[in-house]
């Protein structure tokens, strides 16, 4: 239905029930394993532009070791050093260029790595009672070390939703302060408990435009590591085009027409920005959306 | 499109905006707020079967306050104490009967408000670095008191897929050792970080029943409150009904006739067991996604 969309698609097989026995995980800590070398959480490429995997030999010897998974018959792993990686949690230069130029397989398991690695990376201690943790599982569990808590922890996935909104054949897209000049793209927030994927885009949609959503349709979705977001893209429509932007997250919040929705994204292509505005890059999911609606006619 | 599935719809508006606002947060705790009353993470209910509400003087003078938003100009809250609220993160006797006798907004109030409390007892401590951690911006994040580290930490929601899948009109169930006696249910999974919501329901069902999933359409979402789930209802097609179960997982799993099912389905309407097997609760998304099934037809 959809190509695949960046960050999915990866060729590791997670092969869970590794995780679960100790003996056939160490059974994979061979010369023949491969580690994801990482520069903090940015990607290192080769010069081919592909991932560059080394071997269990250039993990640091204190380094806590995540099970990606096998590929064949080989364990895919990744280093968590014990000093916190540096940088931030959001795109940087070198996470933009992987997804210019990584294969999808290989910027799906770079992409589930930094998810990990990053969660790894800050939950060294015990929410529940402070102590120290350890990774357990091939790291995709952490335990508390004392024993009168014991916690278990688990690597968080953050669901978000995106979405565009129609209202006479027209669509909803805003733009924040920290925006490239001129970009564009649809409404998004993280989903809060208590609620449905449904009435979160319907809340966003409220607080961001001061616009009532309905008719709340799914549409695509994405992992996205910066740092482990699950973008749920949805479509929904509005009866009301009448506008009251929150003035604290948005710096505009306007509607595009077809014709500016389709012209921008030729732009893209073209590595241009578009009359009207410009579309949110192809490795975004808000990209995807808007191609969905563009191809779905009106 | 669904009717409402339980934990929805709750009347509390969130009103995001006086989160960030401590002057106006602070003029809601009046003698007019209301604060939801819960044992440990309980409901606890009115002899009219409705939550109980009680006065902000109900709180224990060391509890930490959480804003859950407004009932008319009213602020809603609840009480985060300082001992741990004992007592299991999952369902349990008093949360299967609030399921039964609250009206829809009130169980959906209370579910949002036990994920919340809920996490927030379990995250006193800062996982980055280990120091204490204080309620921030009505309740809606914590944040580490050590100068060196300030880190930010978030609600979860952990995003869970659960399926059903179809295969020569035949329907995909499965049971763990823990359910009641003869009960199936829809398979389901945790998300993990790296992949979409497609690759999650192919990557569940492969795992546990052996079946290879294609063509995963989204149904339905449901906030679930043990602990703090977002589960997120799909279906999906086999070609291929050859079974190998994940015993460590499944007691069974096994293709139901469309007959079966909606049987089992009307069962429940009576309280009674289907006779080929017991269908999930109705207040379950499982329930919801059976019932999306049998209407859709063959």
Known sequence: MHAPIAFSGSHVDR??????????????????ARLLRMDGLDPVLTLESTLDWGSLADAAPDSELVFLGLDGERGCFAEVRKSYPSGSPHAGPASWNAMAVLEAGELAAYGGARSLVGWHSRHRFCA?????????????????????????????VDPVTIMTVECDGKLLLG??????????????????????????????????????????????????PFPSSLMIGCH?????????????????????????????????????QGRAFGAPPKTAVAHALLRWWVARGA
């Open 175 to 224: 733009r924040q302060p920290r925006f490239p000049a001129g970009r564009y793209s649809a409404l998004a927030g993280f989903v809060e408990p208590g609620e449905t994927i449904e009435e979160a885009v319907a809340r966003e949609v409220f607080e961001e435009a001061g616009v009532r959503a309905r008719d709340v349709e799914y549409v695509i979705s994405q992992p996205w």
């Open 236 to 272: 929904a429509f509005a009866d009301d085009p009448a506008i009251v932007m929150d003035e604290t997250e948005m710096e505009d919040v306007r509607w595009f027409t077809r014709e500016e929705v389709t012209e921008a994204l030729e732009a893209t292509e073209r590595g241009e």
């Open 128 to 156: 529940v009672c402070g102590s120290a943790t350890v990774l357990a599982k091939g790291g995709w569990q952490r335990n508390c070390t004392n024993a009168d808590c014991k916690a278990e922890h688990f690597p968080r």
């Open 15 to 32: 092969a869970d029930h590794i995780r679960n026995d100790p003996a056939a995980l160490d059974a994979l800590k061979t010369w023949q």
